[in-house]
T-cell receptor, first 114, second 109 residues
């Protein structure tokens, strides 16, 4: 079982460039989310989705777009990269139940914006 | 904003000792979860405790929850060098799980 797969592992962008971080899961999970992790800040939720065709904003959505056309995939788009978006990005998924099920995380994408 | 806050920020112990990490949170919760993160990797779920539970065990892990004080603790008994990692508590809002900044645990062999 691959679980949650994120690509690429590392990326360097120049300010103003755009790119898409890929996330795929093979566990048939309804819920998928994107977090960014910065030193001393823990993980902050960017966007999440509770199923195909449904997305919503988290705590820090500005500068990021998402879409959920299939259950398996949940790409994160940076529209115009800024140095403040230098971070480690994690995708996570879980099944939806009566209360929150544990999140399964990918191994992250380390993004540097110069 | 962060919901959970772990304490201490860093903890260094010898192999075989117990490690205790604490988590405080601000609003009512349905459950609280603890996760572990090895350097350069994603988080891995350790244990979930529901708001109507006071204590839960899993192997060498013991978690307590005090909803009146809005706090939880994670105890790792008989620690091993392989337990070296960062540990995070996470509290749930509907579809919005909030994490603290974590406790960095170092277990010296």
């Amino acid at each position: 079982n691959a679980g949650v797969t994120q690509t690429p592992k590392f990326q360097v962008l120049k300010t103003g460039q755009s790119m898409t971080l890929q996330c795929a899961q093979d566990m048939n999970h309804e819920y998928m989310s994107w977090y960014r992790q910065d030193p001393g800040m823990g993980l902050r939720l960017i966007h999440y989705s509770v199923g195909a065709g449904i997305t919503d904003q988290g705590e820090v959505p500005n500068g990021y777009n998402v879409s959920r056309s299939t259950t398996e995939d949940f790409p994160l788009r940076l529209l115009s990269a800024a140095p403040s978006q230098t971070s480690v990005y994690f995708c996570a998924s879980s099944s939806l139940g009566g209360d929150n099920s544990p999140l399964h995380f990918g191994n992250g994408t380390r993004l540097t914006v110069t | 904003s962060q919901q959970g806050e772990e304490d201490p920020q860093a903890l260094s112990i010898q192999e075989g000792e117990n490690a205790t990490m604490n988590c405080s949170y601000k609003t009512s919760i349905n459950n609280l979860q603890w996760y572990r993160q090895n350097s350069g990797r994603g988080l891995v779920h350790l244990i979930l405790i529901r708001s109507n539970e006071r204590e839960k065990h899993s192997g060498r892990l013991r978690v307590t929850l005090d909803t009146s004080k809005k706090s939880s603790s994670l105890l790792i008994t008989a620690s091993r060098a392989a337990d070296t990692a960062s540990y995070f508590c996470a509290t749930d809002a509907i579809n919005d799980m909030r994490f603290g900044a974590g406790t960095r645990l170092t277990v010296k062999p």
